[in-house]
């Protein structure tokens, strides 16, 4: 009982969504009056291949920006967790009272790693494997082995390397740069809210997998943006759930709110109370720099795509639910749903962006052109060219 109860509170109804989103959901025209505004925006093809600009790209937003680590769902009270995929070997906490935390994941002994996985561990401490410092997961030095062999000591001063770090919006955010002044503005605003009324900081994760592509990050996040290649990529797949009409997109300062009718929208099913608003609408977000998410009717996919190298990209992709399942239909949706989603993003999207990169390191196209279905992607450019100065 206790269950459906809960259940009851967690579904996405229009009413638990905020203001904006339901304003946005609201301008969904029914799908015959949706009719896209051409264009032909162009972007030269070498922003996906030229090293100058990753290392731009790198300075300019993933050193001096924060940046989204981990989901705060799979970061409990007492556990820490190392992260690498941003080049930096971070370690993420929680502490008992529930604060985030973000180290270097470097002793202040002899600087060994105190976490050579990324998994996550429930410990009281961080214990170095070398010598047995031992850190609270607070960062504070609490206990060093003999002791006495080291003069003039004080634990005091050998505190772990803290990175400003945030937890909003369901993502735990850092500054890879140490002596950051800790910036958090890009997530002042309308989207936390948005990402809070989703419920992604308390939604259960099902499931986490790491996907290594040959595609430059920025290829791998186009498809997210753009409703054109549905109809198309995913004709065999999910092409039926989805009309081919453009969004309703709304600019969120650096972040991108995207919301669109499936196949079966009509205007007059926003007025049924209590119907799960995600059957009929999907909400798509890029959350500056590097995160997609889309809602699906019972879990939501949020995928941080993290730059490995000009051509290469690390996906985190998570399923979202919103509890875990406690009962055989259960189990079996959430599976069924995985593997749908897996295949479709995995062989699919993913497929997409590295065939592109292989056909642009050909050398046969100078310059990328975005359509009327695709508006969104420019769009997100002006927002990262401006970063990049
Ligand atoms: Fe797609």
Not at 19 to 41: L, S, W, Y
Not at 262 to 287: C, M, R, S, W
Not at 306 to 322: A, C, I, K, N
Not at 358 to 363: E, N, S
Request: contains cysteine; hydrophobic residues 40%.
């Amino acid at each position: 009982m206790a269950s459906s109860v809960a259940n009851e509170r967690v579904i996405p109804t229009l009413d638990s969504l905020t203001p904006g989103q339901i304003n946005a959901i609201r301008r969904i025209p029914p799908h015959e009056a949706a009719k896209p505004t051409p264009a032909n925006v162009t972007r030269p093809t070498s922003i996906f291949f030229s090293e100058e600009r990753y290392a731009q790209e790198q300075a300019r937003i993933f050193r001096r920006l924060p940046v989204p680590v981990m989901l705060s769902a799979a970061l409990a009270p007492g556990v820490a967790i190392a992260n690498d995929a941003y080049g930096i070997s971070l370690i993420l906490t929680r502490t008992k009272n529930g604060t985030a935390r973000a180290f270097l994941n470097t002793c202040q002994h002899k600087g060994s790693k105190l976490l050579e996985d990324e998994q996550p561990h429930k410990v009281p401490r961080l214990v170095c494997p070398f010598h047995a410092w031992s850190y609270g997961l607070d960062g504070e030095l609490v206990g060093v082995p003999r002791q006495e062999i080291f003069s003039d000591f004080c634990k005091a001063n050998y505190k772990l390397a803290e990175l400003p770090c945030r937890d909003a919006g369901g993502f735990i955010w850092v500054h890879l740069d140490r002596h950051s002044a800790g910036d958090f503005s890009t997530l002042n605003g309308e989207i936390v809210g948005d990402l809070e009324a989703l419920n992604l900081h308390h939604m259960h994760v099902y499931h986490q997998e790491s996907f290594d592509l040959k595609a430059n990050w920025k290829l791998v996040l186009e498809p997210f943006m753009e409703p054109y290649h549905v109809q198309r990529l995913h004709a065999k797949s999910v092409a039926p759930l989805f009309a081919d009409v453009p969004s309703v997109v709304d600019m969120l300062d650096h972040h991108i709110r995207i919301i669109t009718g499936k196949v079966q929208f009509e205007p007059a099913i926003l007025d049924v109370p209590g119907e799960n608003i995600h059957k009929t609408v999907t909400h798509a977000y890029i959350v500056f720099p590097n995160i997609s998410i889309i809602t699906s009717p019972y879990y939501i996919s949020v995928m941080i795509i993290v730059p490995q190298g000009v051509d290469r990209s690390r996906v985190e992709y998570s399923m979202l639910t919103r509890e875990a399942p406690d009962n055989p239909k259960a189990h079996q949706l959430f599976a069924d749903s995985l593997r749908i989603v897996l295949d479709v993003f995995g062989n699919e999207d993913f497929r997409a962006a590295v065939i592109s990169q292989a056909g642009l390191a050909a050398g046969g196209l100078d310059k990328m052109t975005y359509g009327g279905l695709e508006d969104v992607i420019p769009k997100y450019y002006e927002v990262l060219e401006a970063e990049l100065g």
